[in-house]
């Protein structure tokens, strides 16, 4: 017996294919591809449906991406549109890539894989709207020699610019210096005044604590700064005290909305006097820190404390790799066991 239902033609009508085509795309604002584009419309001969995705290309309605599962279709806004007017599809494509990146960029090398365009290429489209003022070059700071690439109108993220502690790619070890000292010395202040007000310990020892929007109101006020700091950037700060023994950190509860609070804590801090002297192997540099590289006489002398430490714990070392390490700094005298 025959099926008395209908089977539902698809509209050949390019206008028609074009306006479902678009409806998907708003639809899935991330994007369609082409299989979802089958699916929605399965009676669509594939010549037709290439005819309309290319039209609104043309046209500058769509956007053509590439990620790992292929080529995906997405709605463009109209302001996007103006800006792009003009341009070819492999252009559209790069400002897509660049766009999607936000502000912490994108290398070239990345816009090549994500494009899957020729280097040559690209660089040739790189420049095409550097000049347009579409997009800009930007230094970052994990990799001077290299630049990435965003948005004309948008504001770096700190990970490309090192934030307040970095000037032209170079990190400002002086100006950090100042603001540990500063610091410092204002929760050193709060704590003398503490211990002169003659109350109980337990009072002068609340009382000495201050929040980090205290010492950010502080530092603001000092002037010290030619760039806006964040509460963010003193706690940075504050955080370096505290890995030198010099600052303690307590969490508190606070109200909603209190000055200074995050989610309903706040963090306290307070200076401290060590009781002992860190040991010379925790003030060794890392090494990787921009510091002034010590003199050999503080080197060696500095290696000596830690070599006589170390032997008074039981550890054993060969005298020749000791010798060869201070000959190394120019400091050369015989070690006894």
Request: charged share 25%.
């Amino acid at each position: 017996m025959a099926d008395g239902r209908k089977v539902k033609k698809e509209s050949t009508d390019p206008v028609d294919i074009e306006n479902r085509i678009k409806a998907l795309c708003q639809q899935f604002p991330h994007g369609i591809t082409d299989q979802v584009i089958q699916n929605d419309m399965p009676n669509l001969e594939a010549q037709q449906r290439a005819m309309a995705i290319n039209r609104l290309l043309s046209l500058g309605q769509l956007d053509l991406l590439r990620n790992s599962s292929g080529l995906l279709y997405r709605m463009k806004d109209a302001q996007t549109a103006s800006k792009m007017k003009g341009s070819d599809n492999q252009e559209k494509l790069v400002y897509q890539v660049i766009e999607d990146a936000g502000n912490k960029g994108i290398w070239s090398r990345d816009i090549r894989y994500k494009s899957n365009l020729p280097l040559t290429e690209i660089n040739k489209i790189l420049k095409n709207l550097e000049s347009k003022k579409l997009i800009k070059a930007v230094k970052s700071v994990a990799a001077s020699k290299k630049k990435v690439y965003m948005l004309y109108n948008l504001q770096p993220d700190r990970s490309v610019t090192g934030g307040a502690w970095y000037s032209d790619q170079d990190f400002e070890s002086e100006f950090v210096e100042v603001l540990n000292q500063q610091c410092f010395k204002f929760l050193q202040s709060k704590a003398e005044v503490a211990r002169d007000s003659k109350q109980n310990p337990m009072v002068q020892r609340n009382s000495s604590f201050a929040t980090s929007h205290e010492v950010w109101k502080y530092i603001c006020e000092l002037g010290i700064s030619k760039v806006d700091l964040s509460m963010e950037d003193i706690e940075t700060i504050l955080n370096t005290l505290i890995y030198d023994g010099k600052v303690e950190m307590t969490i508190i509860a606070a109200k909603e909305g209190t000055v200074g609070s995050v989610d309903g804590q706040m963090k306290l801090y307070r200076g401290v006097n060590p009781i002992i002297q860190p040991t010379g192997l925790v003030k060794a540099p890392c090494g990787l820190c921009p510091v002034s590289p010590p003199s050999q006489a503080t080197a060696a002398k500095w290696l000596r404390f830690n070599i006589h430490t170390s032997i008074s714990l039981g550890i054993k070392h060969c005298k020749r790799d000791i010798h060869g390490v201070y000959k190394t700094l120019g400091t050369v005298f015989c070690m006894t066991d």
